[in-house]
């Protein structure tokens, strides 16, 4: 196995008073499917962030791939975001454009800003795109404008333009979060299929303990901007979700206790 | 309420504006407008004259309207906080729009006669400054709302500034800026209107030449074309909306 990320002394401070990361340490491996959780404000969101330089450490190093993200100039950290997929609670879509065109918008990253602008694809590039669109079920859905579809097919929409920019990473922030059940138990089943099928490595920030537990080769469990838990799920106990989650805890594992009820 | 009443009775006393007379010459003053103010036969004479001098004043609205949207397309860009490049450009395209758009489209037209005289330019300039400033401060708001989220996924994807302004921004927003720039330009014919009568151009100028020589059936049939000419173009723009929104 080869490590595809490491985080090393990460932290990440915001103004004068908001420390969201502090000496955050981790790698995952290649095709690894790891889940982050922990309570909102934790700073997952910001962890995810730094990684595609979406926003800039404060102090520490990140290496994907063998190279350090940090430093990168503007045309090396396209480059770097191309092999890097995101997926959005609110799915991120530009909602008045078909679903092809906001899927054709993964390639955006691979173009001069002239081709880009002039949507000059390249006819293979969109036949992929018409195959992830027909892996994902949305072959109906293909010209069909964003606005009109459920949230679970805007994220799978989410999931297509991700995948065709042929990442390494997909980098998942609260996927599931604004969806109903079963709506997110699709979505999850596309991640975890992806990852072992493509090969690709997920990295997902989730809300629920439970869907963490059932996907995951790995849990990172993040509070208050500090990992407190890197373990496989089996390892995970009832008293490590309370470091996690605080006060929040008691009412996580009730809910978790109903769905097995269930 | 009081504070209102109080303020405009003091305006009342200060301008020696007599509200009891005020009122009382409303009945004699429609009197006169049902006795004078009709179109007569005569009128319709000059209708061609007049319905050529309404299509200039239109074309100048449309003309004023569009290439200031352009200009404030380019200018809101900057400005909202969702596109900006940098803070500074930001705050001196903010800056301009309330400039330009604070200073009445009379005040420009009174201002611009120095420099073109009596001609469709100064109409022309002043419509396009205020509608500019307009438009760039309505076009800020319609980016500001329309989000970060599509931006910050296009830049995700390694997408470049231009790309993401031009396959997420724009085409998210285009039909509120359509319907801004309709809105535009009913407001723009309404004032090219009195904006010609002070630079003696267009529909303002055939209002006023009729008025002036006491021709009041004629100066009807002007006002008339007018509000008929905004129905209709009203009526379109609330149409197009329809379709695009
Ligand atoms: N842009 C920002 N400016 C200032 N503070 C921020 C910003 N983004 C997040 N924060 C703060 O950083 C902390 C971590 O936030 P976030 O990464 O969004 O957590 P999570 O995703 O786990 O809910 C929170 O206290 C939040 O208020
Ligand atoms: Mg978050």
């Known amino acids: 196995m080869t490590t595809l990320l490491n985080v090393k002394d990460v932290s990440k401070q915001y103004g004068q008073d908001t420390l969201a990361l502090s000496d955050v340490n981790f790698s995952v491996e290649e095709g690894e499917f790891v889940s982050i959780i922990g309570p909102s404000g934790a700073g997952k969101s910001t962890l995810l962030r730094c990684i595609n330089r979406m926003i800039n450490v404060s102090s520490g190093d990140i290496t994907f791939d063998n190279e350090s993200v940090v430093g990168l100039k503007k045309k090396e950290l396209r480059r770097l975001r191309t092999n890097i997929g995101m997926i959005f609670q609110h799915y991120n879509l530009v909602e008045r454009l078909s679903v092809i065109e906001n899927v054709m918008h993964g390639r955006l990253g691979y173009k001069s800003t002239f081709a880009g602008i002039l949507s000059l694809y390249k006819e293979e590039e969109k036949e992929h795109a018409v195959h992830l669109l027909k892996l994902l079920g949305l072959e109906d859905q293909i010209y069909k404008r964003c606005d009109q579809l459920s949230g679970g097919q805007k994220q799978r929409v989410g999931i297509a333009r991700a995948l065709t920019q042929n990442p390494k990473l997909l980098l998942c922030d609260e996927p599931i979060a604004s969806l109903d059940p079963n709506a997110s138990k699709k979505i999850m089943d596309y991640l975890q299929n992806i990852s072992v099928s493509m090969g690709i490595t997920v990295l997902v920030n989730l809300h629920q303990v439970d869907v963490a537990l059932k996907y995951s080769d790995r849990i990172i469990g993040v509070s208050g901007g500090k990992i407190v838990y890197n373990d496989s799920p089996e390892q995970m106990t009832q008293e490590k979700i309370k470091t996690i989650y605080g006060s929040e805890a008691d009412d996580l594992i009730a809910a978790a206790g109903d769905k097995n009820a269930v | 309420m009081l504070l209102f009443c109080a303020v405009s009775y003091g305006a009342m006393i200060f301008t020696q504006f007599n509200a009891v007379k005020g009122f009382t010459s409303i009945p004699s003053a429609i009197q006169w407008g049902i006795s004078n103010f009709y179109p007569a036969a005569h009128s319709f004479e000059k209708l061609p004259a007049i319905l050529n001098k309404l299509l200039e004043t239109i074309l100048t609205a449309i003309a004023a309207s569009t290439i200031a949207a352009v200009f404030a397309l380019f200018f809101s860009v900057f400005g909202s906080k969702i596109t900006k490049v940098n803070n500074i450009l930001s705050i001196m395209s903010r800056g301009v729009a309330t400039l330009f758009r604070n200073i009445d489209v009379a005040a420009w037209a009174l201002i611009l006669l120095f420099s073109f005289g009596q001609s469709v330019l100064t109409g022309y300039f002043a419509l396009f400054f205020v509608s500019f400033g307009f438009l760039t401060r309505a076009f800020i708001e319609v980016l500001d709302e329309v989000g970060e989220s599509s931006v910050e996924a296009l830049k995700a994807t390694g997408a470049s500034y231009p790309m993401i302004i031009l396959k997420s921004v724009i085409p998210s927003s285009t ?39 006491l021709d ?9 074309t007018i509000v008929v000419s905004i129905l209709i173009l009203e009526y379109l723009s609330n149409y197009v909306r329809r379709v695009i929104l």
């Open chain 2, 175 to 213: 039909p509120q800026m359509i319907s801004w720039i309709l809105f535009m330009i009913e407001i723009n014919i309404r004032s090219a209107t009195l904006v010609g009568i002070l630079t003696g151009t267009g529909i303002g100028f055939s209002f006023d030449l009729y008025y002036k020589n």
């Open chain 2, 216 to 224: 009041y059936n004629t100066a009807s049939l002007v006002v008339l």
